[in-house]
């Protein structure tokens, strides 16, 4: 890996063999960031860090959710270089609204996605609304299942 930390959007090429174990403490410790940037910003008011999400969190919803859905051990989607999915999990993408974020499951066609989507993106609502988001599930074209993400709660 190279550069600074960047969550899975699950558009990105798949985890190196062997850099689980790596990716994992990197994750966790951007988490932990994200955890005290809450608790700085929502000093004065006390209560659980990860009630609801900073302002930084929603200038870059995608980044932010990208990464409490990794934290939360969920899987991100992956494509190839030619940008073929070449793995299963989340897509993260920004929403039509400015402050959301789009959560679609996919994965390789012919690999019973459509099968899992409802209740894996039930597992990620879940996941995101621990953290202090508001996450819809709706239907759309051809029945495609994605949430429709935004923070809850009023902005600091």
Do not use: N
């Not at 209560?47 to 980044?63: K, S, T």
């Not at 989507?117 to 709706?138: H, I, N, P, V």
């Amino acid at each position: 890996m190279s550069g600074g930390f960047e969550a899975a959007t699950g558009d990105g090429p798949p985890l190196p063999e062997g850099e689980a174990e790596q990716r994992s403490r990197e994750v966790r410790a951007a988490f932990e960031g994200l955890l005290q940037i809450r608790r700085v910003s929502h000093g004065q008011d006390g209560g659980d860090p990860a009630a609801r999400p900073a302002a930084w969190e929603r200038r870059q919803p995608v980044r932010a959710v990208a990464l409490a859905l990794e934290a939360a051990k969920q899987p991100p989607s992956a494509v190839d270089a030619s940008g073929a999915r070449v793995a299963t999990g989340y897509r993260v993408t920004p929403g039509e609204r400015p402050g959301t974020a789009v959560v679609e499951w996919l994965g390789p066609p012919a690999s019973g996605v459509a099968q899992q989507e409802e209740a894996a993106l039930t597992a990620c609502a879940s996941a995101l609304t621990r953290l202090g988001w508001d996450a819809l599930l709706y239907r759309g074209p051809r029945r495609h299942r994605f949430l429709e993400v935004e923070p809850a709660g009023p902005p600091d």
